[in-house]
């Protein structure tokens, strides 16, 4: 995820908590958030498709390094699940399937079949998507009307309930879960279960990486913002580990960490167990990096995994 540099970027890294619009994709907001902040190095913390709306976690600068060691990947979703419908994107971007002609759910039977998706399920990802088979986008395989065989994964739904709308065929459906779950295909799916087939015909993100709805900024705002108001809304990168332990450094360990070096849990005063990743703060009480416990000649340790802040 994002853009690989070798260069450091002059401004400071941190996190920016966007809310997407819907009808742009997630590549289009990291590039104006790049040019915004004039920085090299911008990723995402998952991406929303162009349909969505709602949090869309930036990594600016040394942030982007983050990616691959997010501690918590629990989101939070408010979808409009349309009953009667098929399409070959799950959603109602796409084209026309299949068009129930029969007798809708009630909610009852509706919320009965939600309730069933909570838990521990299997996912086949949608054709749609940006997962790669053999170095190529699934999304760019559908293009070209090519439909692969695609393995099931495991999610995780915490939690999903419904509630009807003015509308006969549409649910408003709230659900928490793992990172990885599509919601078009959970709502396809709810549609299969029914009988009368489904599609998502909204999706708003609400809760990623910790960070909620409430923390963001319209890309508007962030335009119109001084660059002096701009760094002010960066959201430190330690947020994005916010449910791990923590280890402060002394000056002599902190150097020593910085080099490579492992750092004795003996000589720190800590009981981190082993294989457990923990944030490092230095001497300054400043973040700097991630380490992780382990054994280093029979003695625990805490090694490095990424330093952040030099």
Known sequence: MGVKHTEIDNLPGGIIAVNKPSGISSHDVVNKIRRLYNAKRVGHAGTLDPLAEGVLVVLVGRAAKACEYISSDK?????????????????????????????????????KVCEGFCGKIMQTPPMYSALKVNGQKLYDLARQGVVIDRQAR??????????????????????????????????????????CGGVMASLRRDEACGISLNETYALNEIEEMSEERRQAILIPTERLFDDLASVRLPEFFEKLFRSGCPVYQSKIKTSILSGRAVKVYGSDGEFFALGRACEHDGESVIKSIKIFKL
Not at 78 to 87: D, E, H, K, M
Not at 172 to 194: F, H, M, W
């Open 75 to 111: 989101k939070a979703y408010t979808a409009t699940l349309r009953l009667g419908l098929t399409t070959d994107t799950e959603d109602i971007t796409g084209e026309l399937l299949s068009k129930h002609d029969g007798r809708l759910p009630t909610f009852d039977e509706v919320a």
């Open 154 to 195: 495991e999610i995780e739904v915490f939690s999903i309930s419904c509630r009807p709308t003015d509308m006969e065929s549409d649910y408003i459906i709230s659900v928490e879960c793992s990172g990885g779950t599509y919601i078009r295909t959970l709502c396809a799916d709810i549609g299969s279960a029914l009988g």
